[in-house]
């Protein structure tokens, strides 16, 4: 059994600690949700167990359709043993539907369909927002090269495709995600966590919003939609 460390780094949603064997790490799911970069933080009983078992699920998916990453096994009911990755520090966002910060950049109205599906990537820093970045600003400074740039859009397009065909099976409505990439001994790795934190998931029927928006728009039924969603995917939470 793995033993654990000092504490590696820690966000608002995962602590990541560093083991005795220097090549993987314990990934420890808080109950903390949190919204708008950080102004809006809450407890929710629950949500760190769900999350941890609903990302294990999703990447063992992506593994057996060759989507490589870091998730290793679930070690307790709340943590994840994963590889250690140097990770770009680049969000991956892929658009299937119009929602959230695109509809007020871009004017658009929630729910337009994205025929084909828009790539974006933005810079990791709450301070800063998470700004919209581009290829150009990625090399100019440094956070990843061109060979590196092409095989995250790859991989994202291609976990969007499988992940959606996933959903739509379960009558539900993949709208966007975002996702994050890291290298190890050179190979890129999808890193980081799949969960409805991460996302947003809409009942094909209803389109009733059963992910983070329900915490950042007062909705409630947080846990109990992500459960939800769990439930209709197969995915076992015991």
Same mark, same amino acid.
């Given at each position: 059994?793995?033993?654990?460390?000092?504490?590696?780094?820690?966000?608002?949603?995962?602590?990541?600690?560093?083991?005795?064997?220097?090549?993987?790490?314990?990934?420890? $799911?808080?109950?903390?949700?949190?919204?708008?970069?950080?102004?809006?933080?809450?407890?929710?009983?629950?949500?760190?167990?769900?999350?941890?078992?609903?990302?294990?699920?999703?990447?063992?998916?992506?593994?057996?359709?060759?989507?490589?990453?870091?998730?290793?096994?679930?070690?307790?009911?709340?943590?994840?043993?994963?590889?250690?990755? +140097?990770?770009?520090?680049?969000?991956?966002?892929?658009? %299937?539907?119009?929602?959230?910060?695109?509809?007020?950049?871009? =004017?658009?109205?929630?729910?337009?369909?994205?025929?084909?599906?828009?790539?974006?990537?933005?810079?990791?820093?709450?301070?800063? =927002?998470?700004?919209?970045? %581009?290829?150009?600003?990625?090399?100019?400074? =440094? &956070?990843?090269?061109?060979? +590196?740039?092409?095989?995250?859009?790859?991989?994202?397009?291609?976990?969007?495709?499988?992940?959606?065909?996933?959903?739509?099976?379960? +009558?539900?409505?993949?709208?966007?995600?975002?996702?994050?990439?890291?290298?190890?001994?050179?190979?890129?790795?999808?890193? +980081?966590?799949?969960?409805?934190?991460?996302?947003?998931? &809409?009942?094909?029927?209803?389109?009733?919003?059963?992910?983070?928006?329900?915490?950042?728009?007062?909705?409630?039924?947080?846990?109990?939609? $992500?459960?939800?969603?769990?439930?209709?995917?197969?995915?076992?939470?015991?």
């Amino acid at each position: 059994m793995l033993e654990r460390k000092e504490l590696l780094k820690t966000g608002k949603a995962k602590s990541l600690y560093h083991t005795d064997d220097p090549s993987k790490l314990i990934m420890e $799911y808080k109950d903390d949700t949190s919204a708008f970069d950080g102004k809006k933080i809450e407890q929710i009983a629950g949500k760190g167990t769900v999350n941890n078992r609903f990302n294990s699920h999703i990447m063992e998916h992506l593994k057996k359709n060759d989507i490589p990453n870091h998730h290793l096994e679930v070690s307790n009911p709340n943590e994840s043993i994963v590889m250690s990755l +140097d990770m770009f520090p680049i969000e991956c966002v892929v658009r %299937n539907f119009a929602a959230g910060s695109i509809c007020k950049r871009l =004017g658009l109205e929630e729910g337009m369909k994205m025929e084909p599906p828009i790539f974006e990537f933005f810079y990791k820093d709450d301070e800063l =927002g998470d700004p919209l970045i %581009n290829d150009c600003h990625i090399t100019a400074f =440094g &956070w990843a090269n061109e060979k +590196d740039i092409e095989a995250m859009k790859d991989l994202t397009l291609k976990t969007n495709s499988i992940l959606v065909s996933l959903f739509d099976a379960a +009558d539900l409505i993949l709208v966007d995600f975002k996702i994050e990439f890291g290298l190890a001994d050179g190979k890129i790795l999808l890193g +980081d966590e799949f969960t409805p934190d991460g996302c947003r998931v &809409w009942d094909k029927e209803t389109k009733k919003k059963l992910d983070k928006d329900r915490f950042r728009l007062g909705l409630g039924d947080v846990v109990e939609s $992500y459960q939800e969603i769990a439930h209709r995917l197969g995915i076992d939470l015991t």
